[in-house]
């Protein structure tokens, strides 16, 4: 299949700025994987998609305030020109392999200070392959207590407005710090809709993949085989092993929220969807033609034209559907990606549901339909 497949035209001002005041109010498109039909709902509206005997499975990672501005050191201590850090894995030892900005004057052994009075000192200690650089940091006391003083929150590139309220990039359920981007699916979720599902029967349990940058990484590859997925640290816990497992043996739904838990789980499920503990790297790629192993529907948001994460929406309801609704979506006015509205795909949805019979996909402009013909 082909990159452009899985383009859609998104009018700019429709891309989310800002959080909405409350988590819950955002809007909802329940999709059908099976048929293709919709329904228009709000996120506070999840428990009618639910069912008794569910689990919703939920990326538990916490969005470090991995951007760091400051100053490059010269040689005789005097400080220099700004330069900007960015956090993406941690290596050990206090070093962390980081995107620095500029590159050309953040070579090995170049300085950098963070704060006032050098509150936070690094150095470039290697390079990595793809660019990145290797920064070992030091300061006076505890060096995630200086990140959280000094740091900002990496929001993505097509954000530009300023965030106010650093918590609203993070889900009301995060706990374990390690990710450079928040999985946005759960920014939906208030600590009331939680009760309200787990007091109608809906089991929660939780995973952890830390967020690289890589997931805003462009497909560049004609074809989207030829990608080369990014890797990302992920850990299903014994409890929530043994949840899936019971949930699947009593004809519950696995529902995961974000394509974070998605890859998670199905990186590390059995073909049979038996899930065992396990830690670990993965880079699972997943788009059409993949069979879901563990999964059995999901909640996320809209994502990028042509980008892996479309992909994985497309491989779990059809390409057809998925992006005759996002067309929708544009038409009905949603808001799009990290700050956005949501979308609830599972099989059996309503009998409220619009079912377009033949939905013609857009897929270079709006005046240039093409029906599908690839899948």
């Excluded at 006076?140 to 990039?169: N, T």
């Excluded at 503990?277 to 699972?284: D, M």
Aim: net charge negative; aromatic share 8%.
């Amino acid at each position: 299949m082909k990159t452009h497949d899985f383009y859609y035209e998104l009018p700019p001002e429709l891309i989310a700025q800002t959080p909405l005041e409350r988590r819950d109010a955002s809007r909802l498109l329940a999709l059908d994987k099976e048929t293709g039909a919709w329904e228009h709902k709000r996120f506070h509206d999840l428990p009618s998609l639910l069912r008794p005997g569910d689990c919703l499975i939920m990326n538990d990672s916490r969005v470090l305030p991995a951007r760091l501005l400051g100053s490059r050191v010269r040689a005789d201590g005097t400080l220099g020109g700004a330069c900007e850090v960015l956090l993406l894995i941690d290596r050990g030892d206090n070093t962390w392999e980081c995107l620095v900005r500029p590159g050309k004057k953040l070579r090995t052994g170049a300085r950098v200070s963070f704060g006032g009075a050098g509150e936070l000192t690094a150095e470039i200690t290697g390079e990595v392959e793809g660019g990145n650089r290797l920064v070992r940091f030091a300061c006076e006391g505890i060096f995630l207590e200086a990140l959280d003083r000094l740091g900002r929150m990496p929001l993505p590139p097509y954000i530009k407005a300023e965030l106010q309220d650093r918590e609203r990039y993070q889900t009301v359920y995060s706990r374990v710090s390690g990710s450079a981007a928040a999985p946005t699916a759960g920014l939906h979720f208030t600590k009331e809709l939680m009760e309200q599902v787990q007091a109608m029967g809906v089991s929660i349990g939780y995973v952890t993949l830390h967020v690289g940058l890589g997931t805003f990484r462009p497909v560049k590859e004609e074809e989207i085989a030829d990608h080369d997925m990014h890797s990302e640290y992920c850990m299903v816990p014994q409890e929530t092993a043994d949840l899936i497992n019971r949930t699947r043996a009593a004809g519950g739904r696995v529902i995961c929220v974000g394509t974070t838990s998605c890859r998670t789980i199905e990186s590390w499920a059995a073909e049979d969807g038996h899930m065992e503990a396990r830690a670990g790297w993965t880079n699972i790629f997943i788009y059409p033609g993949y069979r879901f192993k563990a999964l059995d529907g999901l909640i996320t948001n809209f994502h990028l034209p042509e980008s892996t994460l479309i992909m994985l929406v497309s491989a779990l309801a059809g390409r057809e559907h998925v992006l005759a609704a996002y067309e929708e979506a544009v038409r009905e006015r949603y808001r799009f990606f990290s700050f956005g509205d949501a979308m609830f795909i599972a099989g059996g949805i309503g009998e409220n549901a619009q079912n377009p019979e033949k939905p013609e996909i857009s897929r270079v402009s709006g005046s240039e339909r093409k029906p599908d013909g690839n899948e």
